[in-house]
């Protein structure tokens, strides 16, 4: 035994009786339909999304998921990130305060 076999896990062959292939897990699933008002509620959502981000100093962000549904088709995370916005612009108004000339 060398000092690779420390750090270097035993592998098991994926198709092991009782196990499923790698290959198989990580295969995309079929997308379940959407309906037209989960469609209307996602569009009221980015719309609510690019007016913060028309009334913020934003240039540009970036997000990623955390399960197995993007964040982009996700009503609730794109309002999320609506009110992330809208909270920076107002805590930001409010650290500058007014100028002195």
Known sequence: MGLW?????????????????LAAAIEPKE???VTPEQMADLKAAWAELAQAAKESAVTGFHACS????????????VRGMAALLRRVNVEDAATEGPTAK
């Open 66 to 77: 955390r399960g197995t549904k993007p964040w982009q088709e996700d009503p609730a995370a």
């Open 5 to 21: 076999s420390w750090f270097a896990p035993r592998r098991t062959p994926a198709t092991a009786a009782g196990r499923p292939s």
């Open 31 to 33: 997308q379940e339909s």
